[in-house]
T-cell receptor, first 113, second 117 residues
C-alpha cells in the first residue's frame, strides 16, 4: 500500500510569487490535512479537506488556500509569498473525519528568497 | 497562544534506561492525545495515542500516561534504544461529531531525544 505522496519535495520561490503543493493520500483515505512546520513554532494546522470540502481551518491568512479533488488528492496554494512562509509543509491522510491516526507524507520544503 | 507545550527542547538518555517525555496542555476541550516521532527529512510517524477516558495506554516499549486534572501527559520509553533518537511531538485534538477526535491536531514544539549507546 503506497503511503502519502507529496510533490515536489523541494521548492525555491521568490517573494511575491505564488506556489502550489500537491498531496496524494493513502488509497481509500478521504481526509487530507495540511500542516506548516517551522523551527520556532512546531507543526501548525492549516486546514483539512474531506469529500472535496474544507472541514477545519487553522489561523492562517487568506493567502493560504487549498482544495481537494474527487480522487481525494489535495493541493494547497500560497499566494504573494513572504519570507516567513519558508517552512516544511506536511500533508496528513486519514480514513475519515474521526481521527484514529494520521499518516504523514515526507513534506515539501519551501524556501522563499 | 501555545495550547500544547513541550517545555524540554532536548533530552539525553543512556541506552537501556527509561526516557520520559513530557507534555502540558491548556485547552480542557482536548479529548484525544497522540505522540509522533520524527526523523530528519521524514514526516512524523504515529507512535501511540490515548483517549481522555483513560489514564494509561501501553504499546510494547511505549507507554503514555494522562493526568487530566493536571492537564499533563507523558511518554515513557523503556528500554531506550539508539534508534529511538528523534524528535518527539505531542499532539492533541478536540472531540469530533463522528465518535472520535477530529483530524485537527494541535502540536507541541517537540523534544529532541538522544539515546547514547
Amino acid at each position: 500500500k503506497a503511503g502519502v505522496t507529496q510533490t515536489p519535495r523541494y521548492l525555491i520561490k521568490t517573494r511575491g510569487q505564488q506556489v502550489t503543493l500537491s498531496c496524494s493520500p493513502i488509497s481509500g483515505h478521504r481526509s487530507v490535512s495540511w500542516y506548516q512546520q517551522t523551527p520556532g513554532q512546531g507543526l501548525q494546522f492549516l486546514f483539512e479537506y474531506f469529500s472535496e470540502t474544507q472541514r477545519n481551518k487553522g489561523n492562517f491568512p487568506g493567502r493560504f488556500s487549498g482544495r481537494q479533488f474527487s480522487n481525494s488528492r489535495s493541493e494547497m496554494n500560497v499566494s504573494t509569498l513572504e519570507l516567513g512562509d519558508s517552512a516544511l509543509y506536511l500533508c496528513a491522510s486519514s480514513p475519515g473525519l474521526a481521527n484514529t491516526e494520521a499518516f504523514f507524507g515526507q513534506g515539501t520544503r519551501l524556501t522563499v528568497v | 497562544d501555545q495550547q500544547v507545550k513541550q517545555n524540554s527542547p532536548s533530552l539525553s538518555v543512556q541506552e537501556g534506561r527509561i526516557s520520559i517525555l513530557n507534555c502540558d496542555y491548556t485547552n480542557s476541550m482536548f479529548d484525544y492525545f497522540l505522540w509522533y516521532k520524527k526523523y530528519p527529512a521524514e514526516g512524523p510517524t504515529f507512535l501511540i495515542s490515548i483517549s481522555s477516558i483513560k489514564d494509561k495506554n501501553e504499546d510494547g516499549r511505549f507507554t503514555v500516561f494522562l493526568n487530566k486534572s493536571a492537564k499533563h501527559l507523558s511518554l515513557h520509553i523503556v528500554p531506550s534504544q539508539p534508534g529511538d533518537s528523534a524528535v518527539y511531538f505531542c499532539a492533541a485534538s478536540e472531540a469530533g461529531n463522528y465518535g472520535g477526535a477530529t483530524n485537527k491536531l494541535i502540536f507541541g514544539t517537540g523534544t529532541l531525544l538522544a539515546v547514547q549507546p
